[in-house]
């Protein structure tokens, strides 16, 4: 299965964009800024990968969902639930749709658990998951 973050806009508090799943649009995302995000230290991931992903249980989060490995420079990235900027600390969060405000992802739990039933069912096939971060072009 493989995972596609493309991102389409960005301001200076975040980075929105669509996830496909395997060439289709699953939801959205909303990752941190670039340059100074909110929770300083955490910005979004560099375009790049495919990385390898598993699902594990986040002891921060408190529940499994997508763990990102070998993201150069950066440990504990996780595609997760969340809906502004001050959510996430480096990580990306989906939502079914932007807005209605900027940097904004909105009925986040909805999209992560729909996301959450492709990818137990490609694990429980033993399907490789893989995700990979786009900027414009």
């Known amino acids: 299965m493989r995972i596609d973050v493309w991102r389409k806009y960005e301001t ?3 980075i929105t964009g669509e996830i496909h799943v395997d060439d289709q649009e699953e939801c959205f995302s909303l990752e941190p800024a670039r340059q100074n995000p909110v929770n300083p230290g955490h910005p979004c991931v560099a375009a790049g990968g495919p990385y390898k992903v598993i ?3 986040s002891p921060h989060l408190g529940y499994i969902c997508p763990e ?3 993201v150069p420079n950066r440990t504990d990235i996780r595609v ?3 809906n502004e ?3 996430t ?3 990306t969060l989906i939502g079914s749709s932007i807005g209605p405000q900027k940097d904004w992802v909105s009925n986040s739990t909805e999209a992560f658990n729909k996301l959450m039933i492709l990818l137990n069912g490609a694990a ?3 399907e490789p998951i893989t995700i990979t971060w786009h900027d414009p072009v």
């Open 85 to 87: 900027p001050k959510n």
């Open 68 to 70: 990102v490995l070998d």
């Open 80 to 82: 997760h639930k969340g």
């Open 124 to 126: 429980e096939k033993a």
């Open 12 to 14: 200076n508090k975040s």
């Open 89 to 91: 600390l480096g990580c």
């Open 55 to 57: 699902l594990t249980h």
